[in-house]
């Protein structure tokens, strides 16, 4: 392909390998799902959200999801406030030499994170959004970037404001979820606004919203011009999308990942999951990943309902099996 889009994407002083990147989402990227990402050549990888009230007051919950896997080169930490100062401690108070940047939510819809005056609030106070990446960049010396949406609904769309703001305090890039407050996660993205915002900014811009395949990171990145692309729940249960896109951007083909490497896949995760956490829980945890890994599986019903139920590694490894006796590739 005379244009590759698969390439190098600029972070401060570094340069990254790729331009996929996966997103942060609570209760999923643990480090264990993390590592499997990163061998599939994700370029960065992000932590879940983590308060920056909890790391000031140094909750052993809040440390405990700053865990970083051997083979992740590139993380960062994303983290979420409304307060500058707090923010800037919180930022001090990460571990020395763990992250290669610090991404800042101020894109999160959940009410709970709204009320208190972060995330998606944030999207109404273009000034704060500036104040927090100025104060946090200082206190850390690390790259910071930027998640944001169009706006808080349709009647406020600013996300040329709010990009330019997060420029202005010195984001080494933005990443545009290409929704409003309002939708949430439902509704058609405007990739469009991604275009647009390439024409406003001097920092990389990334977008994200409904990348479920290695077909829709090749459009929006075609179509709109932008730096990179983030997976998110288009990532969930298929940490190798990494892998097919990055063939798709570079040949402009790929190989579907066999189902005998999908189930490998799932079990060697619910190994790093057990370490990290136990069997029982890990077991438990990781029965919201089955419905990915089996989507579009012919006669999966009664493996959904075994690993519903699943309490140990043996168990999801009988009810998996099952499932490669009908379709052994």
């Known amino acids: 392909m005379p244009d590759c889009l698969y390439r190098p994407f600029p972070l401060g002083s570094t340069i990254l390998k790729g331009n996929l990147f996966l997103g942060p989402m609570a209760g999923y990227t643990d480090r264990s799902f993390r590592s499997l990402c990163t061998e599939c050549g994700a370029s960065m ?7 920056a009230e909890g790391l000031v007051r140094d909750s052993k919950n809040t440390f405990s999801l700053l865990l970083r896997a051997p083979n992740e080169e590139h993380l960062a930490v994303q983290l979420f406030g409304s307060d500058p100062d707090t923010m800037a401690r919180a930022a001090e108070q990460l571990p020395a030499n ?32 500036n104040s927090i990446i100025k104060a946090v960049r200082n206190a850390s010396g690390l790259p910071v970037t930027a998640k944001i949406r169009l706006g808080w609904d349709s009647s406020s769309i600013n996300y040329d404001e709010t990009a330019q703001a997060a420029s202005e305090g010195g984001a080494a890039a933005v990443c545009l979820h290409c929704r409003t407050r309002a ?30 395949s290695p077909e ?7 179509d709109t011009k932008c730096d990179g692309v983030m997976f998110a729940r288009g990532a969930i249960g298929r940490p190798f999308i990494f892998k097919e896109t990055i063939e ?7 190989n579907p990942v066999p189902l005998s490497i999908k189930i490998d ?13 136990g069997e029982r829980t890990a ?24 690993a519903s139920t699943a309490e140990t590694e043996e168990e999801y490894r009988s009810a998996l099996s099952s499932i490669l006796d009908q379709f052994p590739v």
Do not use: W
């Open 248 to 254: 798709l951007l570079s040949t402009g083909a790929y």
């Open 45 to 51: 990888t992000c932590t879940e959200m983590v308060s």
């Open 265 to 277: 896949f799932f079990l060697r995760q619910l190994e790093m999951l057990s370490i990290d956490r």
């Open 98 to 129: 763990q992250f290669c940047a610090i991404d800042i939510n101020f894109g999160c819809p959940v009410p709970k994170v709204v009320k208190t005056g972060a995330g998606s609030a944030l999207l109404r106070r273009p000034q704060a959004i």
């Open 183 to 212: 939708q949430f996660y439902t509704g058609e993205p405007d990739y469009q606004a991604l275009s647009k915002l390439k024409q406003l900014v001097n920092i990389p811009v990334i977008g994200s919203g409904d990348v479920f």
């Open 283 to 306: 077991c438990r945890e990781m029965r919201k990943h089955v419905p990915y890994l089996l989507k579009g599986i012919r006669n999966s019903a009664s493996v959904r309902q075994a």
């Open 216 to 222: 829709d990171a090749q459009r929006i990145l075609s």
